[in-house]
């Protein structure tokens, strides 16, 4: 079928070994028939691509396969794809027999079960999803489809058309929910059916596997692929491509007419416990506030049409039993990984099926499709597991496993741009950096204004050229000095957007997104620069490669201060986000391929551009442009559900937060920023002796468990009290542990309660201690409780089930607890 190979990259176990060998051990197809369709392969196509997200191709060609890579609409010939499409028939009818017995396929991962049916040429529907069924025979699956199969209600459909639930549901086939794919051709192919006329599956022995499926519906001239995917780690996920096409068998009409693509997004059930609804909300500053409510009848819908992930993005949306929390209550939550603007829903319909679901959200004439032409979307990540915390351990396992992952130790970061702003001064510049390299500072960023006419946020976006005003010589002073002190350099940009007051804008302002001869929306004095045209990714491509080249960078700052408002490319006008955000991958991806060895994050007027289409490009993301402590424990807390500490920036900022003007301690501000991407962004000339010396105890202290913190799983402990929060890091072994206890508010009672620590070994003993610095918190009583003076022995199920009593601390303080494993 005419879409390009899967783009994932080989599938790897959670400790990151390699590829397991392909196979049929654990994966049951229950009575095949020698005739189905069904193939057992571990020849799939595996290949690296342009990586997640949506591109349009064409089957035939190297024009076809450049256009892939590019991610561009291609044509290809009529006659190959009437010989393609005449195959794709044929192949059907040749493989296409039933079996007496539905077939049945079940995955399984590291807890997690994943059962389709493939019967009756259908695309593949999934009748469980959810905890480990443990070794399934194919005559109990068989038994299992037909204890699954429900009697037709009264006043419907009189038979039943799917069993489960389609991960791309269908109208025609009698859904009443959201269709999977929504689009017409003049009117006409809006209700499209698809019979499958192939089936690859791919087993792994108890590590997963793949299913991808490919469908045809001849009459409105479409096909369809659709790709299933369980991972080691038990994360699940699914993407589909929709392809147009021609035929003699076909009729001539409207075929002549591009098919719009509307939507495309896939489903996966939930069952009935399922009774409750979570997903985040937020806004610039204080992004990934926590939401609930209640599972009912109808449709909770998340449209995201900001052209970047956005503030207020769900990050995940979950389902889970009544209660659910982070140890406990089953949960089943989504992510899409698409950067741009995307669809996030959850239904339950009058039959009481529920669904999560999502895809890319596309604009009103985004994408269509001549004959030959192909729409791949995003992939849809689905994680099950025990609370918030197994859901979370799911996608940190598998970011973790990626071969691209950072496995060198995070390094200590200091930006300027808080100490500075856009006053570049190199002499202060050095003196920053001293003051930096003496805390024990690993890599230097320089922040925005070293580039032309760049003195405040009106002017010089798009003029990439290092201002000989400011940086006479160029940035190689303040860069050899920088080494000298033994620190990386890194450098802050924001590629994609312009100032109207800029030598760029006023050359070519028909580089601009926008619409006809209405004046573009301004957001923080920008525009946006359309990426989809060549000569505007060829102009960022060369600028950047230029600078990377000319200077010893190891680190970009990739920052995208605004909304994609009113997008359209010129000079059509057509909505443009969808090719927008396919060119900033390409950008990214072909950065990385001339400059292997430069990291690079991923800041979006702070956390805005956070999701696991932008993390196969970057090595790191900024959480947030607040750095207040207090803001950054929820922020923080609720970043962590989708990405491990590693990837997340998190900064020790001045004793007067900028962007909150609360005051806060070196020790909350310290201990809070530890449990991440620790970093400083403070003016250290400012300082006191007093200050750099404790702040060099905290790097000193992040140096040393930052192997355990960026290994380790994510603990955090169910929330009695609103006014204080315990989270932590435990080792993989089991052996060592970090916890902190954060005094958020005042709390309502005198004495405090007792807290659990989470996540440990219940059957070893434990030391438990408190770690410094992060020992000297404010009390609010006059002695300390007993066990911090010398610490306590217990073992992990007292902890876990007992807890020790907590200080009385001050609001806006923490405490720092260390727990290691005694060993005879």
Same mark, same amino acid.
């Given at each position: 079928?005419?879409?390009?190979?899967?783009?994932?990259?080989?599938?790897?176990?959670?400790? *990151?070994?390699?590829?397991?060998?392909?196979?049929?051990?654990?994966?049951?197809?229950?009575?095949?028939?020698?005739?189905?369709?069904?193939?057992?392969?571990?020849?799939?196509?595996?290949?690296?691509?342009?990586?997640?997200?949506?591109?349009?191709?064409?089957?035939?060609?190297?024009?076809?396969?450049?256009?892939?890579?590019?991610?561009?609409?291609?044509?290809?010939?009529?006659?190959?794809?009437?010989?393609?499409?005449?195959?794709?028939?044929?192949?059907?009818?040749?493989?296409?027999?039933?079996?007496?017995?539905?077939?049945?396929?079940?995955?399984?991962?590291?807890?997690?079960?994943?059962?389709?049916?493939?019967?009756?040429?259908?695309?593949?529907?999934?009748? +469980?999803?959810?905890?480990?069924?443990?070794?399934?025979?194919?005559?109990?699956?068989?038994?299992?489809?037909?204890?699954?199969?429900?009697?037709?209600?009264?006043?419907?459909?009189?038979?039943?058309?799917?069993?489960?639930?389609?991960?791309?549901?269908?109208?025609?086939?009698?859904?009443?929910?959201?269709?999977?794919?929504?689009?017409?051709?003049?009117?006409?192919?809006?209700?499209?059916?698809?019979?499958?006329? $192939?089936?690859?599956?791919?087993?792994?022995?108890?590590?997963?596997?793949?299913?991808?499926?490919?469908?045809?519906?001849?009459?409105?001239?479409?096909?369809?692929?659709?790709?299933?995917?369980?991972?080691?780690?038990?994360?699940?996920?699914?993407?589909?491509?929709?392809?147009?096409?021609?035929?003699?068998?076909?009729?001539?009409?409207?075929?002549?007419?591009?098919?719009?693509?509307?939507?495309?997004?896939?489903?996966?059930?939930?069952?009935?416990?399922?009774?409750?609804?979570?997903?985040?909300?937020?806004?610039?500053?204080?992004?990934?506030?926590?939401?609930?409510?209640?599972?009912?009848?109808?449709?909770?819908?998340?449209?995201?049409?900001?052209?970047?992930?956005?503030?207020?993005?769900?990050?995940?949306?979950?389902?889970?039993?009544?209660?659910?929390?982070?140890?406990?209550?089953?949960?089943?939550?989504?992510?899409?990984?698409?950067?741009?603007?995307?669809?996030?829903?959850?239904?339950?319909?009058?039959?009481?099926?529920?669904?999560?679901?999502?895809?890319?959200?596309?604009?009103?004439?985004?994408?269509?499709?001549?004959?030959?032409?192909?729409?791949?979307?995003?992939?849809?990540?689905?994680?099950?597991?025990?609370?918030?915390?197994?859901?979370?351990?799911?996608?940190?396992?598998?970011?973790?496993?990626?071969?691209?992952?950072?496995?060198?130790?995070?390094?200590?970061?200091?930006?300027?741009?808080?100490?500075?702003?856009?006053? +570049?001064?190199?002499?202060?510049?050095?003196?920053?950096?001293?003051?930096?390299?003496?805390?024990?500072?690993?890599?230097?960023?320089?922040?925005?204004?070293?580039?032309?006419?760049?003195?405040?946020?009106?002017?010089?976006?798009?003029?990439?050229?290092?201002?000989?005003?400011?940086?006479?010589?160029?940035?190689?002073?303040?860069?050899?000095?920088?080494?000298?002190?033994?620190?990386?350099?890194?450098?802050?940009?924001?590629?994609?957007?312009?100032?109207?007051?800029?030598?760029?804008?006023?050359?070519?302002?028909?580089?601009?997104?926008?619409?006809?001869?209405?004046?573009?929306?301004?957001?923080?004095?920008?525009?946006?620069?359309?990426?989809?045209?060549?000569?505007?990714?060829?102009?960022?491509?060369?600028?950047?490669?230029?600078?990377?080249?000319?200077?010893?960078?190891?680190?970009?700052?990739?920052?995208?201060?605004?909304?994609?408002?009113?997008?359209?490319?010129?000079?059509?006008?057509?909505? *443009?986000?969808?090719?927008?955000?396919?060119?900033?991958?390409?950008?990214?991806?072909?950065?990385?391929?001339?400059?292997?060895?430069?990291?690079?994050?991923?800041?979006?007027?702070?956390?805005?551009?956070?999701?696991?289409?932008?993390?196969?490009?970057?090595?790191?993301?900024?959480?947030?442009?607040?750095?207040?402590?207090?803001?950054?424990?929820?922020?923080?807390?609720?970043?962590?559900?989708?990405?491990?500490?590693?990837?997340?920036?998190?900064?020790?900022?001045?004793?007067?937060?900028?962007?909150?003007?609360?005051?806060?301690?070196?020790?909350?501000?310290?201990?809070?920023?530890?449990?991440?991407?620790?970093?400083?962004?403070?003016?250290?000339?400012?300082?006191?002796?007093?200050?750099?010396?404790?702040?060099?105890?905290?790097?000193?202290?992040?140096?040393?468990?930052?192997?355990?913190?960026?290994?380790?799983?994510?603990?955090?402990?169910?929330?009695?009290?609103?006014?204080?929060?315990?989270?932590?890091?435990?080792?993989?072994?089991? *052996?060592?542990?970090?916890?902190?206890?954060?005094?958020?508010?005042?709390?309502?009672?005198?004495?405090?309660?007792?807290?659990?620590?989470?996540?440990?070994?219940?059957?070893?003993?434990?030391?438990?201690?408190?770690?410094?610095?992060?020992?000297?918190?404010?009390?609010?009583?006059?002695?300390?409780?007993?066990?911090?003076?010398?610490?306590?022995?217990?073992?992990?199920?007292?902890?876990?089930?007992?807890?020790?009593?907590?200080? $009385?601390?001050?609001?806006?303080?923490?405490?720092?607890?260390?727990?290691?494993?005694?060993?005879?």
């Amino acid at each position: 079928m005419p879409l390009p190979p899967a783009d994932s990259a080989p599938l790897v176990p959670a400790d *990151g070994s390699g590829p397991e060998t392909a196979g049929t051990t654990e994966a049951a197809v229950a009575d095949a028939p020698e005739t189905s369709e069904i193939v057992v392969s571990s020849e799939f196509d595996e290949s690296p691509a342009s990586g997640p997200g949506p591109v349009a191709s064409s089957p035939t060609s190297d024009a076809a396969d450049a256009a892939v890579s590019a991610g561009t609409v291609a044509p290809a010939s009529p006659a190959a794809l009437t010989e393609a499409a005449e195959a794709t028939e044929s192949a059907g009818a040749v493989l296409g027999a039933s079996s007496p017995v539905a077939p049945l396929v079940h995955l399984r991962a590291a807890g997690v079960s994943l059962v389709l049916d493939i019967a009756d040429r259908r695309l593949p529907s999934v009748l +469980h999803w959810g905890a480990d069924l443990g070794t399934v025979s194919a005559e109990m699956l068989a038994e299992l489809c037909r204890a699954s199969t429900p009697a037709p209600a009264l006043n419907d459909l009189d038979e039943i058309q799917v069993i489960g639930v389609d991960v791309l549901p269908e109208h025609a086939a009698g859904w009443r929910g959201r269709p999977g794919l929504t689009g017409q051709r003049d009117g006409r192919g809006w209700s499209p059916l698809f019979e499958r006329t $192939a089936l690859d599956v791919e087993t792994r022995p108890a590590n997963g596997g793949r299913v991808v499926a490919d469908g045809l519906d001849a009459e409105n001239g479409l096909t369809i692929r659709v790709e299933i995917e369980l991972l080691p780690t038990g994360l699940l996920r699914q993407r589909a491509g929709v392809t147009a096409i021609a035929s003699p068998s076909l009729p001539a009409q409207p075929l002549g007419t591009p098919y719009a693509v509307d939507g495309l997004a896939l489903a996966l059930p939930v069952p009935p416990v399922a009774t409750e609804l979570f997903d985040l909300a937020g806004r610039w500053g204080r992004e990934r506030a926590p939401q609930r409510a209640p599972f009912v009848v109808g449709s909770h819908t998340r449209e995201n049409r900001r052209g970047r992930t956005g503030a207020d993005a769900p990050l995940i949306l979950a389902a889970g039993t009544e209660g659910f929390d982070f140890r406990s209550g089953e949960v089943w939550a989504v992510h899409v990984a698409w950067s741009g603007n995307h669809l996030t829903y959850a239904e339950r319909l009058a039959d009481g099926t529920a669904v999560l679901g999502g895809g890319e959200l596309l604009a009103a004439g985004e994408v269509r499709l001549a004959a030959g032409e192909s729409y791949l979307g995003p992939w849809l990540y689905a994680a099950y597991g025990v609370g918030f915390d197994g859901v979370a351990a799911r996608f940190h396992e598998h970011l973790r496993s990626r071969p691209h992952h950072p496995h060198s130790p995070r390094p200590v970061v200091l930006n300027t741009w808080e100490a500075v702003y856009f006053d +570049h001064d190199l002499d202060r510049l050095v003196e920053l950096a001293r003051r930096g390299a003496e805390a024990g500072v690993e890599r230097y960023v320089l922040d925005d204004g070293w580039f032309r006419h760049r003195r405040n946020s009106r002017a010089g976006l798009g003029d990439w050229y290092v201002d000989p005003d400011v940086w006479p010589d160029g940035l190689n002073p303040l860069i050899e000095q920088v080494r000298a002190l033994g620190m990386e350099f890194g450098l802050w940009f924001e590629p994609e957007m312009v100032n109207p007051d800029s030598d760029l804008a006023r050359a070519h302002p028909d580089w601009i997104l926008g619409i006809g001869d209405r004046p573009p929306l301004l957001s923080r004095n920008q525009l946006v620069l359309d990426l989809g045209n060549p000569e505007v990714f060829d102009y960022l491509l060369e600028r950047l490669d230029s600078l990377l080249s000319e200077y010893d960078i190891s680190y970009v700052k990739w920052d995208h201060n605004r909304d994609l408002v009113d997008a359209g490319r010129p000079p059509t006008g057509r909505a *443009g986000v969808h090719q927008q955000t396919l060119a900033v991958y390409r950008l990214l991806d072909e950065l990385r391929s001339r400059h292997p060895d430069v990291e690079i994050e991923s800041c979006s007027s702070g956390g805005l551009r956070i999701d696991l289409g932008i993390l196969e490009r970057t090595d790191r993301v900024w959480g947030s442009d607040v750095i207040d402590p207090l803001e950054r424990q929820q922020i923080q807390r609720w970043t962590s559900q989708l990405l491990p500490p590693e990837l997340v920036g998190s900064h020790v900022g001045a004793p007067r937060s900028h962007t909150t003007a609360r005051t806060h301690s070196l020790s909350f501000r310290a201990g809070t920023a530890l449990f991440g991407s620790f970093g400083i962004e403070w003016n250290l000339t400012s300082a006191s002796a007093q200050e750099l010396a404790e702040l060099a105890e905290w790097v000193a202290l992040y140096k040393r468990v930052r192997q355990l913190l960026h290994t380790g799983t994510l603990v955090r402990a169910e929330q009695h009290d609103p006014s204080f929060a315990v989270h932590g890091v435990v080792a993989r072994d089991g *052996g060592d542990a970090l916890f902190a206890l954060v005094q958020l508010a005042t709390p309502l009672t005198s004495i405090p309660g007792s807290i659990r620590l989470p996540g440990l070994d219940p059957e070893r003993d434990y030391d438990v201690s408190v770690q410094p610095p992060g020992d000297r918190p404010s009390l609010r009583q006059s002695s300390t409780t007993p066990w911090i003076e010398g610490g306590v022995r217990l073992t992990g199920r007292v902890l876990d089930h007992v807890g020790l009593r907590a200080p $009385a601390l001050h609001p806006e303080q923490l405490l720092l607890i260390r727990v290691r494993a005694v060993t005879s």
